[in-house]
């Protein structure tokens, strides 16, 4: 099983700009990528943070940009996002019974459980899990099939980073998610957005990966405290690859266009600049 994780694709109304960039121009390019590589994909996660500001109009272009995908796309609830507007344009979205975007989607080859920690009731940045959502992770973790990887998607990490300002908005009650893991099951990988930075660990013995953003980028910066420092760091996309329980995990740089070449080729490697070496080619 292979599938593609894509976050913080931060959309906002068609011809705005965020951050001097356009994140609409920025996804179609990942898609034409995505379609142009991967025939063999499952779907495309896209983890959180889908608008900036959350309206009708963002994901309108959002779901122009995403009709574009020959592969199912599986959405998920950032700080960022409003649950309402979000369903006005995407309506088949994942649903639980209580509305939150959150699902079970068990594959030959793995399960994958998305959570909704969207905190809409007391806005704020940081993510919450409430009892119900808490209930459905138990309920998920509990009855998913135990003969293959378990893949836990949050947009909100649970425990620090030390990146400091994102740190204070992570998920605000992380210890009531780890009770549900620690009673029930522990995933095989966690996989989390909101930090536009790639970052992997683990957590309690869980392994994490969380993927770069595909706009805006929060800084490498350990110091500052009182705001969100950014970058415009080039984005990522990963390919995830489930094969016989084993988990790999590649980066890629889509918004690369620069010189391919072989590294057995001794014109390439005596190359004395990057202009001759993308005369020389393949
Ligand atoms: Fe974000």
Known sequence: MRFVILTDTHFVPRGRKLYGLDPAQRLAVAVEKINASHNDISCVIVSGDLAHWGERAAYASLSGVLAGLKSPTILMMGN?????????????????????????????????????????????????????????????????????????????????????????????????????????????????????????????????????????????????????????????????DVDKGNIVIHQRSFLYDGPAFSLHDPKAASSRSTRELAEVGL
């Open 80 to 240: 960022h996002d409003r649950r309402e507007p979000f369903r006005l344009e995407f309506a088949g979205a994942d649903r639980d019974p209580h509305g939150f975007v959150q699902a079970v989607h068990t594959f030959d080859a793995a399960t994958i459980v998305t959570l909704d920690t969207l905190n809409e009731e007391t806005p704020d940045q940081a993510g919450i899990l409430c009892q119900r959502r808490l209930e459905f992770l138990a309920d998920a973790l509990a009855s998913a099939p135990t003969d293959r990887p378990l893949l836990l998607f949050q947009h909100h990490p649970p425990f620090d980073s030390g990146l400091r300002y994102m740190d204070t908005i992570k998920l605000a009650n992380g210890e009531a998610e780890w009770d549900v893991i620690a009673s029930t099951r522990k995933p095989d990988y966690l996989f989390m957005g909101h930090l536009h930075r790639p970052i992997a660990g683990t957590w309690r013995g869980i392994p994490f990966h969380i993927q770069r953003a595909l706009t805006h980028q929060v800084a490498f910066d350990f110091e500052t405290a009182g705001y969100i420092p950014g970058t415009l760091e080039a984005p990522d996309y990963a390919l995830v």
